[in-house]
């Protein structure tokens, strides 16, 4: 099992959760957060003072998935989140060692 963590911009969460929904993802987790990447912010004008926005709004999604349907997965993300533009975001995969479900005890795939 692995786990995909996607960090997007936030007006295209719907199009990339609607991505996943069609490639059979049952459960994606939203956190609003704030970040920055290789273009470390930028400078907005506001009521005619200049500012440095240096942490810009994001948004992480993250995706528990057995091994066979990541690549479907990440190809979903891929797609629904560019924008061809800078600070379109990152995929990061990991490895899960366990995943149990609270409610019901099941383990491993069966628990995603």
Request: charged share 25%; hydrophobic share 45%.
């Given at each position: 099992?692995?786990?995909?963590?996607?960090?997007?911009?936030?007006?295209?969460?719907?199009?990339?959760?609607?991505?996943?929904?069609?490639?059979?993802?049952?459960?994606?987790?939203?956190?609003?957060?704030?970040?920055?990447?290789?273009?470390?912010?930028?400078?907005?004008?506001?009521?005619?003072?200049?500012?440095?926005?240096?942490?810009?709004?994001?948004?992480?999604?993250?995706?528990?998935?057995p091994d066979n349907m990541v690549e479907g997965a990440v190809e979903a993300?891929?797609?629904?989140?560019?924008?061809?533009?800078?600070?379109?975001?990152?995929?990061?995969?990991?490895?899960?060692?366990?995943?149990?479900?609270?409610?019901?005890?099941?383990?491993?795939?069966?628990?995603?």
């Amino acid at each position: 099992m692995k786990m995909i963590t996607a960090v997007i911009k936030p007006f295209k969460l719907d199009d990339v959760r609607e991505a996943l929904a069609n490639v059979g993802a049952q459960g994606v987790t939203v956190t609003e957060v704030k970040g920055f990447g290789r273009q470390k912010g930028h400078t907005e004008l506001y009521r005619g003072a200049e500012y440095v926005v240096d942490f810009l709004p994001k948004v992480k999604l993250e995706v528990a998935l057995p091994d066979n349907m990541v690549e479907g997965a990440v190809e979903a993300i891929l797609g629904a989140a560019a924008t061809g533009k800078i600070g379109d975001g990152k995929i990061f995969i990991s490895e899960l060692q366990q995943v149990i479900r609270i409610r019901t005890g099941e383990t491993g795939d069966e628990a995603v």
